[in-house]
């Protein structure tokens, strides 16, 4: 039985060992070779092919009999090594390993930017300067602008009609330049004027449009930001603003104003000009965080009247400009109200402009009609200086308003000061703070005979009595010494004070301050 079973499975003739011998080798044989097996299917075989490999963790494994164990190890051994191909088939392929990058050079340094100092362009304001022109008013990086070369460029953008089949078609400006009107003044942020100017009207048609402004970081046109500057609705366009008659005779453009200011000295300033100038005059202050409550309150009556416009312009801390931006805002003013009167005026709220001799303001400035700007000069008042006849110690000077009280003239001759001038506002592309340079016509520095103007220095920011040293009136001619400074006793601001008040209360009504 043995003998047969032996032959049937195909073992080689020959004389038979004993059966204790056979009966014990052959399961151990089959067992060591399985494992074999099963060790190497584990090693060639990926781990996710493990779980469902036919070699799990409990085969259904058949009693192994001596008769058929030679053939399903056969069979067995194909199968792991067919398994195993496949398996090894369907694995991706191993990534190149990329090659170990050189050692950095010790002494090649590198730069990491971070954050950014000052922006490209700062727009306040855009405005149409005519009918082929437009200005865009706003603050650019200073060393930009000194040690670079930007640049700008204006395109107009008519807007497309509903039932048009395609966008309407831009319109380059033939001439775009950019003008810098603070004198080198500018600190982190200068002032920068940008005029475009078209060969054709932009939104002859009224259909509306919007004006665009690129403004580049340097000379390549690749690398530049797109601004929208302007929009203009349909039937906006007026071409007849830019014509005479004027809504005003006279503007004020007044600059930042910041820092404590005595309302007191803000409403006495106020009704002086309100009636130096006349009904037809308009007064634009710009509040930089100088407005407290109580000046507020000044002015309200005033803008209630329609005689005077507030504009909040504290933002403007934000941008690091000279004195608080104040070139940046008096080109926007000039630019806003452009053709809206004959003259712009440009001064501050602690000056006074006078005319001398009994002048009217129409005959002098029909004398000076020929120019595009006149200059104005100053007469230096004395900020501490009051006068105070012997004897009269009983009289309440606190009732009397600061240009009353403050008679004390500079009398220092032949010395430079800073002028304040006018404008013809039609004929200016930019402006500053004490004249323009940037003008069509001519210029008169002449006008001492004409016009002047009283600086009563530092005294807006006196919040209580400006007088803080009394003495008496000189005789007539004679001069009063103070910190080493000859006075002139000018009671000609004194005179008109009665005036002044008067025409308040008629005006605006009875105020207290």
């Given at each position: 039985?043995?003998?047969?079973?032996?032959?049937?499975?195909?073992?080689?003739?020959?004389?038979?060992?004993?059966?204790?011998?056979?009966?014990?080798?052959?399961?151990?044989?089959?067992?060591?070779?399985?494992?074999?097996?099963?060790?190497?299917?584990?090693?060639?075989?990926?781990?996710?092919?493990?779980?469902?490999?036919?070699?799990?963790?409990?085969?259904?494994?058949?009693?192994?009999?001596?008769?058929?164990?030679?053939?399903?190890?056969?069979?067995?051994?194909?199968?792991?090594?067919?398994?195993?191909?496949?398996?090894?088939?369907?694995?991706?392929?191993?990534?190149?390993?990329?090659?170990?990058?050189?050692?950095?050079?010790?002494?090649?340094?590198?730069?990491?930017?971070?954050?950014?100092?000052?922006?490209?362009?700062?727009?306040?304001?855009?405005?149409?300067?005519?009918?082929?022109?437009?200005?865009?008013?706003?603050?650019?990086?200073?060393?930009?602008?000194?040690?670079?070369?930007?640049?700008?460029?204006?395109?107009?953008?008519?807007?497309?009609?509903?039932?048009?089949?395609?966008?309407?078609?831009?319109?380059?400006?033939?001439?775009?330049?950019?003008?810098?009107?603070?004198?080198?003044?500018?600190?982190?942020?200068?002032?920068?004027?940008?005029?475009?100017?078209?060969?054709?009207?932009?939104?002859?048609?009224?259909?509306?449009?919007?004006?665009?402004?690129?403004?580049?970081?340097?000379?390549?046109?690749?690398?530049?930001?797109?601004?929208?500057?302007?929009?203009?609705?349909?039937?906006?366009?007026?071409?007849?603003?830019?014509?005479?008659?004027?809504?005003?005779?006279?503007?004020?453009?007044?600059?930042?104003?910041?820092?404590?200011?005595?309302?007191?000295?803000?409403?006495?300033?106020?009704?002086?000009?309100?009636?130096?100038?006349?009904?037809?005059?308009?007064?634009?202050?710009?509040?930089?965080?100088?407005?407290?409550?109580?000046?507020?309150?000044?002015?309200?009556?005033?803008?209630?009247?329609?005689?005077?416009?507030?504009?909040?312009?504290?933002?403007?801390?934000?941008?690091?400009?000279?004195?608080?931006?104040?070139?940046?805002?008096?080109?926007?003013?000039?630019?806003?109200?452009?053709?809206?009167?004959?003259?712009?005026?440009?001064?501050?709220?602690?000056?006074?402009?006078?005319?001398?001799?009994?002048?009217?303001?129409?005959?002098?400035l029909a004398e000076l009609e020929p120019y595009t700007q006149f200059t104005i000069e100053q007469n230096p008042m004395s900020s501490r200086l009051c006068a105070r006849d012997t004897g009269d110690?009983?009289?309440?000077?606190?009732?009397?308003?600061?240009?009353?009280?403050?008679?004390?003239?500079?009398?220092?001759?032949?010395?430079?000061?800073?002028?304040?001038?006018?404008?013809?506002?039609?004929?200016?592309?930019?402006?500053?703070?004490?004249?323009?340079?940037?003008?069509?016509?001519?210029?008169?520095?002449?006008?001492?005979?004409?016009?002047?103007?009283?600086?009563?220095?530092?005294?807006?920011?006196?919040?209580?009595?400006?007088?803080?040293?009394?003495?008496?009136?000189?005789?007539?001619?004679?001069?009063?010494?103070?910190?080493?400074?000859?006075?002139?006793?000018?009671?000609?601001?004194?005179?008109?004070?009665?005036?002044?008040?008067?025409?308040?209360?008629?005006?605006?009504g009875n105020v207290s301050v």
């Open positions: 039985m043995r003998g047969e079973a032996a032959g049937t499975a195909g073992i080689a003739a020959g004389p038979a060992p004993p059966a204790l011998l056979c009966f014990d080798l052959k399961p151990f044989l089959a067992a060591l070779t399985v494992l074999t097996l099963l060790t190497a299917a584990w090693q060639l075989r990926p781990y996710h092919s493990l779980l469902a490999s036919p070699f799990s963790a409990c085969p259904d494994l058949p009693a192994v009999k001596s008769t058929s164990l030679p053939s399903r190890l056969v069979s067995l051994h194909a199968k792991a090594t067919s398994s195993s191909s496949g398996s090894n088939a369907s694995s991706p392929p191993k990534q190149q390993e990329r090659p170990a990058s050189p050692r950095p050079d010790p002494n090649r340094r590198e730069f990491r930017a971070v954050g950014s100092a000052a922006a490209l362009f700062v727009q306040m304001g855009a405005y149409r300067g005519g009918p082929y022109t437009f200005a865009v008013v706003g603050l650019a990086s200073k060393p930009t602008h000194v040690y670079g070369k930007p640049w700008f460029r204006c395109e107009w953008v008519p807007h497309t009609p509903p039932n048009a089949s395609s966008p309407a078609r831009p319109i380059r400006a033939a001439n775009t330049y950019h003008m810098l009107p603070d004198w080198g003044y500018g600190r982190v942020y200068t002032v920068v004027v940008v005029n475009c100017t078209f060969s054709a009207a932009p939104n002859a048609d009224n259909a509306g449009g919007r004006l665009f402004l690129n403004a580049y970081y340097g000379r390549s046109p690749a690398r530049y930001e797109r601004v929208e500057a302007l929009e203009e609705a349909p039937g906006a366009y007026d071409e007849a603003a830019f014509r005479p008659p004027h809504r005003y005779d006279y503007l004020y453009c007044g600059s930042s104003l910041y820092g404590g200011i005595s309302a007191a000295r803000v409403r006495e300033w106020m009704a002086y000009h309100a009636r130096f100038f006349g009904p037809r005059s308009h007064f634009v202050f710009h509040d930089a965080g100088g407005v407290s409550p109580a000046v507020r309150a000044t002015l309200d009556p005033w803008v209630r009247a329609g005689r005077t416009t507030l504009q909040d312009v504290r933002a403007q801390a934000g941008y690091d400009g000279w004195y608080h931006n104040q070139f940046l805002v008096v080109n926007d003013c000039l630019h806003r109200y452009r053709h809206a009167a004959r003259w712009t005026f440009f001064f501050d709220v602690d000056e006074y402009i006078f005319l001398p001799d009994g002048r009217t303001l129409e005959g002098v110690h009983k009289n309440d000077y606190s009732n009397q308003w600061g240009f009353e009280k403050l008679v004390f003239r500079n009398s220092i001759t032949g010395v430079r000061r800073d002028r304040k001038y006018a404008i013809q506002a039609k004929n200016a592309y930019a402006t500053g703070v004490h004249m323009s340079e940037n003008v069509i016509g001519n210029t008169t520095h002449k006008t001492e005979h004409l016009i002047r103007y009283y600086h009563y220095h530092n005294t807006i920011n006196v919040l209580g009595e400006v007088c803080r040293e009394f003495v008496p009136v000189p005789p007539k001619g004679g001069l009063t010494w103070s910190e080493k400074t000859p006075w002139y006793y000018d009671d000609s601001m004194k005179r008109l004070a009665n005036a002044v008040r008067e025409f308040e209360k008629k005006a605006i």
